[in-house]
Structures are given as structure tokens and as C-alpha cells.
């Protein structure tokens, strides 16, 4: 492996940081990098290949392809697509901008970056684009509307570019995590505040416990919730397998929900979701 090369994005911590790390223990050569150029520095100081890297703004998806060009010569065998962020809220209370803003990372940004490493790819021959998607890529969870729809548009344009690369050497592949333990949920904090208005909503009250579970401190697991560590494994099979998967699941409550939304009447879902 060790002539193998790897962009992965969102390495500051998570699922980034854990696949960064183990498949540069693999023999990978991996070009993780942050949105923040203090995280890439720490990344550097541990001996990995880092740079900035932010799905938010298309000048640093261009100059960080370029940057993997210059040190490669032209070559790059994998990207892990992996950042995003969650913007919890009530999908009544969603003002546009807000959807706007987290699509931008969560959807376009992938596209944006993906677009840009193929011809590297179909120049070589092959290729593997590896898509961090989730459960809640095909089922709907409340609260997390803006999320929810960010994964399910990127798995519909996965899926078709999946179709569309066939016969060039290419792989396009999903990993659908459920619970993993990372800092997306301190991490939303902010997009909820800038954006959720929520002691003007009619669901105040609701607003008040959700608002409990954001901000208290974690004391325990949630149930079925696995380490990146389990992620990266699958995105180890994604990568070297000879003939890879087109979807990953990873953690029970993936393999629950995707048995639930196959044979379960949408309405008999719906309650499911509804109970918790």
C-alpha cells in the first residue's frame, strides 16, 4: 500500500482524524486535512501530510487538489469524503439561509471536490471515491431536518455517479454510520444558535428539552453508539477490496433501520421514529 495516496477532509477529530491515522498505519500516504489551519499544524506535528481544506469555500478545495498534484505529480488513488456538520431544529423553524449554508458544506461541497479529483482518477485508470453518508441518509429522524436532507440528496447523487462511473475504473461508495462517538452534536451548538429561533417557535417547550440534550454533558454512550474506529474499518474494506460494496453499514441501528425502511410500511416508520 504504500504507493497509494488518500485525500481525506474533516481530520481535526472523529471519523477524519481515526481513518487518517489507521490508514497511515496501513502504508497509505494520506493528505488529511481541517478547515482550520491550527488543526493542520497539529496534524503535522504528529507526522501526517495536512492542510487547509474547507468544503465551504471553493478556493480551498482547489488549492488543496492542486497542493495533493504538486506533491504527487498528478496522482491520487482515494478520497474519503467526511466532513459535515448537523444544524439542529424543527423543519418549520429552518429559515432558508440556513439550509443554504449547510448545504453548501454537507452537499456541494462534496461535489465540488469530487468533481475535481476525477479527472486525476480516469487520467490513471482507477480510483475509489469513498462518500461518509449516514442512517439518517435514508431515514428521517426529528430535529434533524437540515442534516437529514443534506445525506439524502448526496446519497442520490452518489448513487447516480456510482451508475455513471462504471466501466471507467472508478468506484463511487457510501458509508452509512449510525452513533459514533464525535463531537457533532457540541459541534452544532453553534449552527443552532445562529439560525434557530427558538423562543419564538410554537414548540418552545420542545425546544427547551432538546435544548437540555445539546448543551449538557454527555454522561454516558447512546445506544448502539461505536468509536471512528468502526468507520474506518469499513472504509479500509471500501478502499482494498478488490471488489468493494456500493453501501457500508456501520452500527446496529443502521442494519435496524435499514431492515425497518426495506419492510415496513412508511406509516408503521413514521411511529417507530416517533417512539425513539
Known amino acids: 500500500m504504500s504507493d497509494r495516496s488518500i485525500l481525506i477532509t474533516g481530520c481535526s477529530s472523529g471519523i477524519g482524524l481515526d481513518a487518517a491515522r489507521g490508514l497511515r498505519l496501513r502504508g497509505w500516504r494520506v493528505f488529511a486535512t481541517c478547515r482550520q489551519e491550527t488543526d493542520c499544524e497539529r496534524l503535522r506535528a504528529e507526522g501526517l501530510e495536512s492542510f487547509r481544506l474547507d468544503y465551504a469555500d471553493e478556493a480551498s ?54 468533481r475535481q479529483v476525477i479527472p486525476l482518477m480516469r487520467a490513471q485508470g482507477h480510483g475509489r471515491i469513498v462518500n461518509c453518508s449516514s442512517v439518517l441518509g435514508f431515514v428521517g429522524l426529528t430535529w434533524r431536518g437540515a442534516y437529514v436532507a443534506t445525506k439524502f440528496a448526496m446519497e442520490g447523487l452518489t448513487d447516480v455517479m456510482r451508475i455513471e462511473m462504471r466501466g471507467t475504473g472508478i468506484d463511487v461508495i457510501l458509508i452509512e454510520p449510525g452513533p459514533i462517538a464525535t463531537k457533532i452534536r457540541e ?89 425513539g
Open 187 to 275: 459541534n452544532a451548538i453553534p449552527h443552532f444558535e445562529k439560525w434557530i429561533d427558538w423562543e419564538a417557535s410554537v414548540r418552545v417547550e420542545q425546544y427547551r428539552a432538546l435544548r437540555g440534550r445539546l448543551y449538557g454533558k454527555k454522561t454516558k454512550k447512546d445506544p448502539f453508539e461505536l468509536e471512528p474506529a468502526a468507520v474506518t474499518a469499513k472504509l479500509i474494506h471500501a478502499l482494498e477490496a478488490r471488489r468493494p460494496s456500493a453501501r457500508y453499514y456501520v452500527t446496529t441501528a443502521t442494519h435496524l433501520m435499514g431492515f425497518a425502511r426495506r419492510f415496513l410500511p412508511t406509516r408503521a416508520l413514521d411511529w417507530l421514529i416517533a417512539k
Open 61 to 114: 478545495i482547489s488549492a488543496a487538489v492542486a497542493e495533493v498534484v504538486a506533491r504527487t505529480g498528478g496522482r491520487l488513488d482515494a478520497l474519503f469524503n467526511n466532513g459535515a456538520y448537523a444544524c439542529p431544529g424543527a423543519v418549520e423553524d429552518l429559515p432558508r439561509a440556513a439550509l443554504r449554508e449547510i448545504f453548501e458544506v454537507n452537499l456541494f461541497g462534496y461535489h465540488d471536490l469530487a
